[in-house]
């Protein structure tokens, strides 16, 4: 059992959204099905870091989180991206997928998951661009989500903790790992949020996966050691349409 990461498939089985606009996105759908099924088997799990589907409702985002759900091998981790206008409340999305049968799909908002030895905590996050005004209370209002989901995730990895000093010594966290997964960077370009960056530290994360980025962007991404954490990019041009291996 393995846990996986990606961001942005951009699926558009609904409707006609192509993503030819940026280089390399050509029957990109066609792609991640064969790259993510030669990787993933059914007992692993993938998280997907936002920008789900081009759909505008919920009921329209049907063929694409069926696609998701019984196409792609294994379970799927899903956190909302900016693009991801289909969203709903919490409880219609999990109606949603119950009503349709959908099974192998879960959310992450405000909660988190435990796969093995690795807890699974995010939300969207938010970062501002040049083409975006600019919101005080959304960039609040994120590092707010993503302290109860990093709380959920220390309650799911209380399992793992020892009380004798050998163990201590060779598990000092006395912890199983938290990972967090967000859709926008935390930080781009000349811009940080340093909201974010202060619950990273706080919890003394260690990793963090992130999307959206795409084309040209790639060149400004926050790779490799930052504020202590260790960032990598997982939007799905960047890793070739392949899901990329976390544990």
Same mark, same amino acid.
């Given at each position: 059992?393995?846990?996986?990461?990606?961001?942005?498939?951009?699926? +558009?089985?609904?409707?006609?959204?192509?993503?030819?606009?940026?280089?390399?996105?050509?029957?990109?759908?066609? &792609?991640?099905?064969?790259?993510?099924?030669? &990787?993933?088997?059914?007992?692993?799990?993938?998280?997907?870091?936002?920008?789900?589907?081009?759909?505008? +409702?919920?009921?329209?985002?049907?063929?694409?989180?069926?696609?998701?759900?019984?196409?792609?091998?294994?379970?799927?981790?899903?956190?909302?991206?900016?693009?991801?206008?289909?969203?709903?409340? *919490?409880?219609?999305?999990? +109606?949603? *997928?119950?009503?349709?049968?959908?099974?192998?799909?879960?959310?992450?908002?405000?909660?988190?998951?435990?796969?093995? =030895?690795?807890?699974?905590?995010?939300?969207?996050?938010?970062?501002?661009?040049?083409? =975006?005004?600019?919101?005080?209370?959304?960039?609040?209002?994120?590092?707010? &989500?993503? #302290?109860?989901?990093?709380?959920?995730?220390?309650? *799911?990895?209380?399992?793992?903790?020892?009380?004798?000093?050998?163990?201590?010594?060779?598990?000092?966290?006395?912890?199983?790992?938290?990972?967090?997964?967000?859709?926008?960077?935390?930080?781009?370009?000349?811009?940080?949020?340093?909201?974010?960056?202060?619950?990273?530290?706080?919890?003394?994360?260690?990793?963090?996966?992130?999307?959206?980025?795409?084309?040209?962007?790639?060149?400004?991404?926050?790779?490799? #050691?930052?504020?202590?954490?260790?960032?990598?990019?997982? +939007?799905?041009?960047?890793?070739?349409?392949?899901?990329?291996?976390?544990?």
């Amino acid at each position: 059992m393995s846990l996986f990461a990606i961001a942005d498939l951009h699926l +558009s089985l609904g409707k006609d959204k192509p993503m030819c606009i940026f280089k390399g996105w050509e029957n990109h759908t066609e &792609r991640l099905l064969a790259n993510w099924n030669s &990787r993933v088997t059914a007992d692993d799990t993938v998280v997907i870091a936002g920008d789900i589907s081009w759909a505008a +409702s919920l009921e329209d985002s049907l063929p694409d989180l069926d696609f998701i759900d019984r196409e792609l091998h294994g379970k799927k981790i899903i956190l909302k991206g900016n693009h991801d206008f289909w969203w709903a409340t *919490l409880s219609k999305v999990n +109606s949603f *997928l119950t009503d349709n049968k959908l099974q192998n799909i879960s959310f992450l908002h405000n909660n988190a998951f435990l796969i093995g =030895e690795i807890a699974v905590a995010g939300t969207r996050g938010w970062v501002h661009e040049s083409d =975006e005004s600019h919101c005080e209370k959304i960039q609040k209002r994120e590092p707010a &989500r993503l #302290e109860r989901s990093i709380e959920s995730a220390k309650a *799911l990895t209380r399992r793992f903790e020892v009380s004798d000093e050998h163990s201590k010594a060779l598990n000092p966290s006395n912890t199983g790992e938290i990972c967090v997964f967000l859709h926008y960077p935390p930080a781009y370009g000349d811009f940080a949020n340093y909201h974010l960056i202060d619950v990273l530290q706080k919890h003394r994360i260690k990793r963090c996966y992130y999307g959206h980025l795409h084309g040209s962007a790639h060149t400004k991404a926050l790779l490799g #050691e930052h504020y202590g954490v260790e960032f990598a990019l997982i +939007s799905a041009d960047y890793v070739g349409f392949t899901p990329v291996k976390i544990n």
